[in-house]
């Protein structure tokens, strides 16, 4: 496992060094794709997400639907199934992580992803039941309707794109396995063992069998089950959220304030990455925005074309409700809660596991940031201190090097000794050996964001960590039950309906397997499948975005959802 996770973590550093280089500094090319593609999209549409996101709420709530219309479930199970896909962990822990890495600012970059998004959520939506294939006789498991862009690649663009189009299944299929996945079911597991000691592989195994009960009844059956879970998981920890933001009103302004001033001018992420350096603190934005809201990955189209109707931008309206709902609102409040309570700069009781976990070796550069670097051979410490001399890589919990080690969980005897990292123990002076040290270090991710809730509800009782931790019960399951449909489809595409149970039978042993990763490594993963994926998706949307801008022209020019109040 450990061979693996070096693999991932080589990997992922040249895909995010892939990109323009500003000087010392690197823009990835996702970055600018992604940005690029929504500021383009966004003037050819006429600003779309603005002037039609209320018809979007109009037709998610159902005024207009027409049972007889093609498709396999209603606009609000499409949305729902959607948003359970992008309204997860990436809500959670992918939020508490931008603030760890990227600092307070790096809000105002989810925000703008957001913005920019929802007009690529609506190109890709619109696309997707433009050139959806309908089977009406197809099995109910199956699903009567696939579509997503390897279709509108292939179909919109022309045969001889039909390359990109299996790049692009293939791509997504693999992206399934790990963000709609592995991330998920590593982040509950996470979350398991350090609220309750579950093991995890208990967790794996839980976790698949109750994602195995779904996903093999169909898109039917996720269509219900998310329908049932998106709005309940959405409005328990939207309500927690807004009330630490009331009983905390007068720093919700200079919160704002300070996101704002950070987004152009960072101090510093937790992490010491974001230093003065715009591009750091963008770039987490971008990353943890995209992984968020998922505008551009082409993921979401897949669920919104099994919708039942005749009317393309109907549903790519629905699609503009997405990224408000899951970045706009539930993202803000997640960041809101953590930097109203402070909970980001702070240094809570933590064991360190030696021998991996959230462990690395960091570098303070002259100017106080942090750059990761390999380990050396042994780390001397002296009353729990490490020497570490300048230039030299230090033991980091969470990137962040740890000030102070000791024996005891209670934290009464400090640690003299070395640390040998090859093999992942401490030794003390006296020859005791260690393979768990303790001390103070930063949160992140789902834990970050537990202590915010935590904190923020204290003066009403001490459960507000349990509420994040249904949230990512419910959060995780739901968003690999979504994610499922979006591989399955894709496997119908590469290889045909025969495929769909296997891909499924495989996914479902995904879930066991992303429980047994580190977290470090599971979200690497998911950084490296959305860096691949989202490229001949945003390169479809742009070269098609004349045949978007006629369909909605011609729509919103004939009102069809007037016409009896059918044909939504």
């Known amino acids: 496992m450990e061979t693996l996770e070096q693999l991932i973590r080589t990997v992922k550093f040249y895909v995010d060094s892939f990109g323009i280089p500003v000087g010392e500094q690197v823009v990835p090319l996702k970055v600018i794709a992604l940005l690029g593609a ?22 998610t709530s159902g005024r207009y639907d027409d049972p007889d219309d093609p498709g396999d479930v209603s606009h609000f199970q499409a949305l729902t199934t959607a948003l359970s896909a992008t309204v997860g962990i990436g809500n959670i822990a992918g939020a508490a992580w931008a603030i760890h890495y990227g600092g307070p600012g790096a809000l105002f970059w989810m925000w703008m992803t957001a913005l920019l998004g929802a007009a690529t959520k609506f190109s890709e939506v619109t696309l997707a039941q433009r050139y959806r294939d309908v089977h009406p006789e197809a099995h109910k498991h199956e699903g009567t309707v696939a579509g997503g862009p390897m279709y509108y690649i292939e179909r919109g663009m022309g045969e001889r794109w039909r390359w990109m189009a299996v790049f692009f299944a293939i791509a997504l299929g693999f992206t399934a396995f790990i963000t709609g996945n592995a991330v ?190 390999d380990p050396p051979a042994a780390i001397r410490v002296v009353d729990g201190r490490q020497e570490i001399g300048a230039g030299e890589a230090a033991f980091a919990w969470h990137d962040v090097p740890v000030e102070r ?49 935590r904190r923020g509800l204290s003066p009403l009782g001490d459960w507000g960590g349990i509420i994040v931790v249904f949230s990512v019960v419910l959060f995780a399951i739901s968003t690999a039950i979504a994610w499922s449909y979006y591989g399955d489809r894709c496997a119908a595409y590469l290889f045909g309906a025969q495929a769909i149970l296997p891909y499924r039978l495989v996914y479902v042993g995904m879930v066991f397997l992303g429980a047994m990763l580190a977290p470090a490594a599971a979200w690497d993963m998911g950084d490296i499948a959305l860096g691949i994926v989202i490229l001949p998706n945003l390169v479809a949307l742009v070269v098609l975005s004349g045949q978007t801008r006629a369909l909605m022209d011609s729509y919103f020019e004939r009102k069809p959802w007037l016409r009896g109040g059918k044909r939504g």
């Open 38 to 59: 929504g500021a383009f999209l966004t003037v050819r549409l006429g600003f779309v997400q603005l002037r039609r996101l209320g018809h979007g709420f109009a037709v």
């Open 184 to 373: 998920q079911a590593n982040t509950l597991a996470d979350t398991l063992e350090s609220n309750f000691g579950t093991p995890n592989v208990v967790t794996g195994l839980l976790a698949a069998a109750a994602v195995a009960a779904v996903i093999l009844g169909g898109i039917t059956r996720i269509g219900r089950v998310t329908a049932i879970l998106a709005p309940l998981m959405a409005s328990i920890y939207v309500f927690a959220a807004l009330l630490i933001i009331l009983m905390n009103a007068g720093a919700v302004l200079p919160t704002f304030a300070l996101i704002l001033r950070e987004a152009f001018n960072p101090t510093a992420g937790v992490a010491g990455t974001g230093i003065g350096v715009l591009l750091v603190t963008l770039n987490w934005g971008v990353n943890r925005g995209l992984f968020s809201n998922e505008a551009g990955q082409g993921s979401a189209p897949i669920a919104h074309a099994a919708a039942k109707t005749e009317e393309p931008v109907s549903e790519g309206v629905v699609g503009l409700v997405e990224p408000f709902i899951d970045t706009i609102v539930i993202v803000t409040m997640t960041c809101l809660v953590i930097i109203i309570t402070g909970v980001h700069t702070d240094r809570v009781p933590s064991a360190f596991t030696l021998a991996g976990g959230d462990l690395t070796y960091v570098v303070t550069e002259s100017d106080g940031a942090l750059r990761e670097a």
């Open 405 to 453: 080690f000791y024996v005891d969980e209670a934290q009464t005897v400090t640690f003299t000794g070395a640390i040998d990292t090859g093999a992942g123990a401490a030794t003390a002076d006296d020859g005791t050996g260690y393979a768990v040290l303790y001390g103070d270090a930063p949160e992140g991710g789902a834990p970050l964001t537990q202590l915010g809730f």
